[in-house]
């Protein structure tokens, strides 16, 4: 074997390629899609594939974000600033809309409303006739998402079936659907939280602020961090305490956890993340940890 | 300012490689090494698996946990399906494939295959050369894949002995040149232990080769090596007419990535199937202007001719263009549960272009095991089976085994949509 030849690609270049090819095999094959954008990290490079993928045209689908109504509001802000800067459609769907049409009901008004954005997902692809949703799911996250199609085909109730899924080779996708159906569409899949960072300082990306250690009121609990917020107000008994925090993950506020941190930049940030020792959803997400099959589960029920 | 430039670090890119093995081989056991020894695995997940090897009776952390599947496998027992892992090295990304390796999944392990550019076949070395063994190499051969390291695991098991190393390759040796496989490494290794894998160890002190990361680190990612003609098949095509800005109301670029080989702007260029010639006049990713595009970038081509130009065309380089084939002969694998029906008729997907298909003729069918070739009326899963497929729409191919990626199409079955079978163009 001989020496790697001058025009390799870098492994962030590489990345960026296939996901842009990805993207395009989406317009080029789907009649209406759409790629949802939450404001974090993820869906932020997601945008930066698409400018790469289509300018300067414009984006062949909308953006969409199913609202919990439980997310911060710099990272709503930064949303509607980032989708107007470009100059694209945003829909925004709401978790509270379901529940006042009465197809999502809470066991307790304190349950979080996390799981419940498959509904409103699920009405919002069915509204607008969506046939493919476009979605920065790694899967480096979770053991569930490593074994998920690039393309990944979702029967008429949102389900995913991992024992029969399409088989996908090359890079030749299929994102072939009869009506109702659903593609979901992974283009950054090959993509590790580092890459994200990487990748994040390569374009200079900008960010919520609250990607940023900044202080904040928060709970020890149960080995992690719960921030004290309105939806999240501290217990009786609790011990409420101002630390210096950022969030890897940014969601609904009430399954998603800061780590302690002083990484106020990007350099930072990859520094921390090149020596953690804890992985991003065991530190920060709160949904994944109930049961150790719970993605796996809430997939086959129509979760991103 | 400080007068200290910055060292630019070093990055050789990305390798996908492909696990071949059962459970029994060590080969979750190598993949955990690899992720345990690179320092892929967190603290949180050792954890995990730490409990669970303590909760099953071991006395050391099974590494082999890290590749524990989903809770639908754990109920059956099984593995169902081909898991991506991720892992660097600090100068190299690396993406694992990790097939599971029972017979009844030839179609997973040639999904793996598919984007691999580099095969690891694990041998047991107490049990040397076996079925399984042939199988994936003949497997590995047949999907092209431009590396083939061989193995052989468990030395910890023959008290790391040189002979029973050398009798295992030469007996494989002498399998592969039958099947054609002439470039392979081989090297011997105990992942339990960590020999080979990443450090050296001090119990191969008679091997004198790389160990597994040192192979890794160096091999040649797939499009590096050859001459390769250019090939571009346009995925998109960017018009924004309405565009506020009049500098673009001609704007039109062509989207794609680059299949194999590279193109410079001023380079003379046909258009497929119209067979029309024109010049590149730019490369552009955004309102970057580049002066030449590699195999795997995506970019946009804009020309200098106005060419009536869509998605499913080709651009290749003047005097370079592919076979225009409305017949093609291939090697096909079926995937499906329901059997190939040679009446049907399927739809073929090939780059970016579609076309209606009748696979009308089975020649054979390679039975994987003893590389027999046996005559068959119609194709189950798992089948591999040289075919003659006619086609409604031409296509622009090369063979396989000098392109990978204008020498192989998927097979479609558009009563369910589902992908059904995986061919490879001879």
Redesign the interface.
């Known amino acids: 074997m001989t020496t790697v030849t001058r025009h390799t690609l870098t492994h962030l270049d590489w990345l960026e390629s296939e996901a842009i090819h990805i993207m395009r095999e989406v317009a080029g094959q789907c009649s209406n899609p759409v790629l949802l954008f939450s404001g974090g990290k993820d869906s932020i490079c997601m945008l930066r594939i698409a400018e790469k993928a289509f300018r300067p045209g414009r984006f062949p689908f909308p953006l969409m974000h199913i609202d919990t109504g439980h997310n911060y509001k710099e990272v709503i802000d930064f949303r509607d600033r980032r989708a107007a800067e470009l100059g694209e459609r945003l829909i925004v769907r709401s978790v509270e809309d379901s529940m006042r049409r009465g197809t999502v009901v809470l066991k307790s008004p304190d349950e979080s409303r996390n799981k419940h954005q498959s509904v409103t997902l699920l009405e919002a692809i069915e509204e607008f006739g969506f046939d493919a949703c476009i979605g920065g799911a790694r899967r480096d996250e979770e053991k569930a998402r490593a074994k998920e199609r690039i393309f990944s085909f979702r029967d008429e109730f949102g389900q995913w079936d991992p024992k029969n899924q399409r088989p996908e080779l090359w890079d030749l996708y299929n994102a072939r659907a009869f009506k109702g159906e659903n593609i979901r569409v992974f283009p950054i899949s090959n993509w590790t939280e580092f890459d994200v960072w990487q990748y994040i300082e390569r374009e200079k990306l900008e960010l919520p602020s609250i990607y940023y250690a900044h202080t904040r009121p928060v709970v020890r609990k149960a080995g992690g961090l719960l921030p004290v917020t309105e939806v999240t107000p501290a217990k009786p008994g609790d011990t409420v305490e101002h630390m210096k925090v950022r969030f890897r993950t940014v969601g609904d506020i009430t399954c998603t956890a800061p780590v302690e941190s002083d990484a106020d930049t990007i350099a930072k940030i990859i520094a921390e993340t090149a020596t953690t020792t804890i992985t991003e959803r065991g530190a920060t997400r709160l949904d994944d940890q109930t049961s150790e099959a719970s993605m796996e589960q809430r997939k086959k029920e129509g979760y991103f | 300012m400080s007068a200290i430039e910055p060292i630019p670090p070093i990055?050789?890119?990305?390798l996908r490689f492909l696990t071949c093995g059962s459970v029994d081989d060590g080969k979750s056991t190598l993949i955990g090494r690899l992720l345990y020894d690179t320092k892929a695995i967190?603290?949180?997940?050792l954890n995990a698996i730490a409990r669970t090897s303590k909760k099953r009776g071991m006395d050391a952390i099974d590494l082999s946990l890290l590749t524990?599947?989903?809770?639908?496998e754990r109920e059956q027992g099984i593995t169902?399906?081909?898991?991506?892992?991720?892992f660097?090295t600090g100068t190299?990304?690396y993406?694992i494939a990790d097939a599971p390796g029972h017979e009844q999944y030839t179609?997973n392990m040639?999904?793996a295959a598919?984007?691999a550019d580099l095969a690891i076949i694990l041998i047991d070395a107490r049990k040397g050369v076996l079925a399984q063994t042939r199988r994936h190499s003949y497997l590995a051969h047949l999907m092209t894949i431009p590396?083939l390291v061989v193995a052989i695991n468990k030395m910890d098991l023959v008290d790391y002995a040189q002979d029973v190393f050398d009798r295992i390759r030469d007996d494989y040796l002498a399998f592969a040149s039958q099947i054609g496989i002439n470039d392979v490494?081989f090297i011997p290794m105990s992942a339990l232990n960590g020999d080979m894998v990443v450090e050296r160890g001090n119990r191969l002190g008679w091997y004198t080769g790389p160990t597994l990361v040192e192979?890794l680190e160096?091999?040649?990612?797939s499009h590096?090596?050859h001459n390769e003609q250019f090939r571009f098949p346009v995925?998109?095509v960017?018009?924004?007419q309405e565009?506020a800005?009049p500098e673009?109301h001609d704007?039109r670029?062509f989207?794609?990535?680059v299949e194999s080989g590279?193109i410079g702007i001023g380079d003379a260029v046909t258009i497929l199937p119209a067979g029309r010639e024109t010049h590149v006049k730019d490369i552009r990713?955004?309102?970057r202007s580049l002066p030449r595009a590699?195999a795997?970038?995506?970019v946009t081509l804009l020309l200098d001719d106005e060419i009536d130009i869509s998605?499913g065309d080709m651009i290749v380089k003047a005097g370079e263009a592919p076979t225009v084939a409305k017949e093609i002969d291939a090697m096909l694998c079926w995937?499906s549960e329901t059997p190939l029906d040679p009446r049907r008729k399927y739809l073929v997907?090939?780059?970016?272009r579609d076309s209606k298909a009748l696979l009308g003729r089975i020649d054979f069918r390679a039975d994987i095991n003893t590389m027999e070739q046996q005559s068959a009326e119609r194709l189950v899963m798992n089948d591999i089976a040289k075919v003659g497929i006619k086609l409604a729409q031409p296509l622009f191919v090369d063979r396989y085994t000098v392109n990978?990626?204008t020498g192989?199409?998927?097979v479609?079955d558009?009563s369910t949509?589902?992908?059904v079978g995986?061919g490879m163009i001879l």
């Open positions: 990055d050789h890119g990305l967190l603290a949180d997940t524990d599947g989903l809770q639908a169902i399906d081909v898991a991506y892992r991720y660097t190299r990304k993406i179609r040639v999904t598919s984007t590396h490494r192979l160096n091999a040649t990612a590096a090596e995925q998109y960017c018009r924004p565009s800005n673009l704007y670029g989207m794609g990535r590279s990713i955004i309102d590699f795997e970038q995506s998605r995937l997907r090939h780059t970016t990978r990626g192989a199409f998927i479609i558009e949509n589902n992908t995986a």
